[in-house]
């Protein structure tokens, strides 16, 4: 079955305070690695696409990166408007046309 | 820019009542999606549809049908609304295939259902 589980479910850092998200997938065939942020009562908003292994992607202070097994939200120096919560998301080539599989999800609270 | 924009940000409805939640979007997507959001449950996919008419069953479809007359709008219909169903309803859309796949989702929804 397919599965995405994220890590931590919550962390709270310090302005300035370098960290990663984790986003580990278990897939038939992975067509597509989607990053979202979302705000509290908001619609998740999309910050990146990844689709093969090595593949990275850089916005601002945040940088995702991709292997077979897994993927990393680098967040670099985070400010306060930093905090929000970040899901991740596969699409399966195995699974139906266009069917993302959410994680529950990483809340991030940065600090000043 | 891509623009979901999704009926209401908040509504309250009884027990018993149909409720509608309609949903927009302004980028010709041929695929449009209706998720809920829950505490700890993560996003859960209710219904699809990827093209005028169609539509396919999500993990969680009971209780809920949807209409597509048009493909920039898709709504959601909560035939005989339950307390069960108050959530965070959550609008999406994309393209069918290639490297434009990613979805778009809109404001959301907040329903409380008494």
């Known amino acids: 079955e397919d599965q995405v589980t994220q890590s931590p479910e919550a962390l709270r850092l310090q302005e300035g305070e370098s960290s990663s998200l984790n986003c580990s997938y278990t897939?038939?065939?992975?067509?597509?690695l989607f990053w979202y942020r979302q705000d509290p009562g908001k619609g998740p908003e999309f910050l990146f696409t990844?689709?093969?292994a090595g593949e990275e992607k850089e916005k601002e202070r945040l940088k995702a990166t991709l292997t077979k097994k897994e993927s990393f939200l680098h967040i670099t120096a985070p400010k306060p408007e930093d905090s929000a919560t970040y899901l991740c998301?596969?699409?399966?080539?195995?699974?139906?046309?266009?069917?993302?599989?959410f994680g529950t999800g990483t809340l991030l609270a940065v600090q000043p | 820019d891509v623009k979901v924009t999704q009926s209401s940000r908040y509504l309250v409805k009884r027990t018993g009542e149909k409720v509608f939640l309609e949903c927009v979007q302004d980028?010709?997507?041929?695929?449009m999606f209706w998720y809920r959001q829950d505490p700890g449950l993560g996003l859960r996919l209710i219904y699809f549809?990827?093209?005028?008419?169609?539509?396919e069953k999500g993990d969680i479809p009971e209780g809920y049908s949807v209409s597509r007359e048009k493909k920039e709008r898709f709504s959601l219909i909560l035939e005989s609304a339950s307390t069960n169903q108050t959530s965070m309803y959550l609008c999406?859309?994309?393209?069918?295939?290639?490297?434009?796949?990613?979805?778009?989702f809109g404001p959301g929804t907040r329903l409380l259902v008494l």
């Open positions: 897939v038939s065939g992975l067509r597509g």
């Open positions: 980028m010709d997507h041929e695929n």
């Open positions: 998301a596969v699409l399966s080539l195995g699974g139906a046309t266009n069917k993302l599989i």
């Open positions: 999406a859309s994309s393209f069918s295939s290639g490297v434009q796949e990613t979805q778009y």
């Open positions: 990844l689709y093969s």
């Open positions: 549809s990827y093209d005028v008419k169609m539509k």
